[in-house]
């Protein structure tokens, strides 16, 4: 009997492996590594997934394994033959409602216990600070819904919450997770190029980001202001300081007021 020590199995190195919702042809080949941020999508319509999220930085970081995500459908727990997902209204009137029962099944088979955030118009409106809140987990679960909504009953029995895109109202919710899952992802460590662009950028601090110049430094009779220029880095910082705060009070003086409570 050979005494030459066995290899580690593989499953301890950077990658892993998971169950999935989805049939084995519809994943990604894309590697994960151990402990990415994960989002959890439960969805009538998987094939919307990654969309736009595979493309640029957030493409990239999903091709490195820096993040992940798993569709749910939700068609695959329907009631029936016609694995029917919503009915009509209790009480009468327009539009149809996805079943408590059916979301409910739906959600007790996500992998993972991440919380659960339904996008909902009528929820919590999405900010940056809790893009940065959910990046510093291991993942979160988005209900997309779809026609008038869901049963009010899945909502109190997981005690999920909901967060709204802003004051409209979508077709359903997966054009709004994209929203927040790339708003969400480019704080994960190693997905920015330059860490820092992160903690200049609008919102971050309670103001609007500063405007922005580049070369020509002369374009159709505008000119870059001469401070950029100067090589002043402090002014510079000064001068990028003031317009930040001028431009957030002219154009969001909610932002501007919130900002001057909390200094």
């Known amino acids: 009997m050979s005494n030459t020590p066995k290899s580690p199995a593989k499953s301890h190195g950077r990658k892993t492996i998971s169950a999935s919702a989805d049939p084995r042809e519809l994943i990604t080949p894309t590697p994960r590594l151990k402990h990415a941020w994960t989002a959890q999508i439960i969805t009538l319509f998987p094939e919307t997934f990654p969309g736009t999220l595979g493309t640029s930085l957030t493409g990239k970081a999903l091709h490195d394994g820096l993040w992940t995500f798993e569709t749910i459908p939700l068609r695959n727990f329907g009631e029936g033959r016609h694995r029917n997902v919503d009915d009509t209204p209790a009480g009468g009137g327009a539009g149809m409602v996805l079943r408590a029962d059916v979301v409910g099944r739906a959600i007790e ?54 967060v709204s895109l802003g004051d409209f109202v979508l077709t359903g919710g997966e054009i709004a997770a994209q929203a927040m899952i790339d708003a969400t992802v480019r704080l994960l460590p190693g997905v920015l190029g330059n860490a820092d662009s992160a903690l200049e950028e609008s919102h971050t601090n309670g103001l ?41 009070a002219r154009t969001r003086p909610d932002l501007w007021a919130k900002h001057l409570k909390d200094k």
């Open 109 to 162: 088979a996500a992998p993972a216990p991440f919380p659960i955030i339904y996008l909902s118009p009528r929820g919590t409106p999405f900010t940056q600070a809790m893009a940065q809140t959910w990046a510093s987990g291991p993942g979160i679960t988005l209900l997309c819904g779809r026609f008038e909504g869901v049963d009010q009953r899945v909502l109190d029995h997981y005690d999920i919450q909901e």
């Open 208 to 248: 609007l980001e500063h405007p922005h110049y580049t070369r020509p430094a002369d374009w159709k009779g505008h000119k870059i202001p001469d401070i950029l220029t100067s090589g002043n880095h402090a002014k510079v910082a000064e001068w990028r300081r003031e317009m930040s705060e001028k431009l957030t």
